[in-house]
């Protein structure tokens, strides 16, 4: 079991906002980072601590966090955005890296 | 541009070796955390191991602990994963990952390795 917990799926209407959540005790302390992974390929990121934007990452894609829970923003979701999103973070002990379990979106 | 290019996946048999490769280029490798990380068929990413850049600090997977060693050869720019005792559930794609910070999150990405444990 991870110790990072997402929905297992997700669904967005086309040009609406979604967001994607991960929830564990470890991000108390530590900061979230996201990535999406599309079938077949490597994952990309797409957050880092929280809330910063790798280059190249176009800005409807927005991070948050409160408590111990991280989000996942989308906002004006489009077709390409399908993807698996999975969220990670230092373990509580701070010495293992765990990832969540992953959550599937899909553009309707 | 960061390229990461993992090498060394096969088919081997339950209890066998092997060791996986990843070539790194476009950036400054020693001074790079790295990290392998993989995907069991139709799973999710599970975190294998991590090096620091220097080579000295190590961290692995309870799953992983005591039969993989991570590596790395700072002047050939290459990251190693020895993997021994190769059990069916280690049967996944290997990514290796440059950290940006130890521990924490991974900004590039290879294409990945497939690790077949299988008699």
């Known amino acids: 079991s991870s110790e990072l917990t997402q929905d297992p799926a997700v669904s967005v209407a086309l040009g609406q906002t979604v967001r994607i959540t991960c929830q564990g005790d470890s991000l108390r302390n530590y900061y979230a980072n996201w990535y999406r992974q599309k079938p077949g390929q490597a994952p990309i990121l797409v957050i880092y601590?929280?809330?910063s934007r790798p280059a190249g990452i176009p800005d409807r894609f927005s991070g948050s966090s409160s408590g111990d829970t991280a989000s996942l923003t989308i906002t004006g979701a489009q077709a390409e955005d399908e993807s698996v999103y999975y969220c990670n973070s230092r373990n509580s002990r701070g010495n293992h890296v765990v990832f969540g379990g992953g959550t599937e979106l899909t553009v309707l | 541009e960061v390229q990461l290019v993992e090498s060394g996946g096969k088919v081997v048999q339950p209890g066998g070796s092997l060791r996986l490769s990843c070539t790194a280029s476009?950036?400054?490798?020693?001074?790079?955390?790295m990290t392998w990380v993989r995907q069991a068929p139709g799973k999710g990413l599970e975190w294998v191991s991590s090096i620091s850049g220097s080579g000295v600090r190590t961290f692995y997977a309870d799953s992983v602990k005591g039969r993989f060693t991570i590596s790395r050869d700072n002047s050939k720019n290459t990251l190693y994963l020895q993997m021994n005792s190769l059990r069916v559930d280690d049967t996944a794609v290997y990514f290796c990952?440059?950290?940006?910070?130890?521990?924490?999150?991974?900004?590039?990405w290879g294409q990945g390795t497939l690790v077949t444990v299988s008699s």
């Open positions: 990952a440059k950290d940006l910070r130890l521990l924490e999150c991974f900004d590039s």
């Open positions: 476009g950036f400054g490798f020693s001074d790079s955390a």
């Open positions: 601590d929280r809330t």
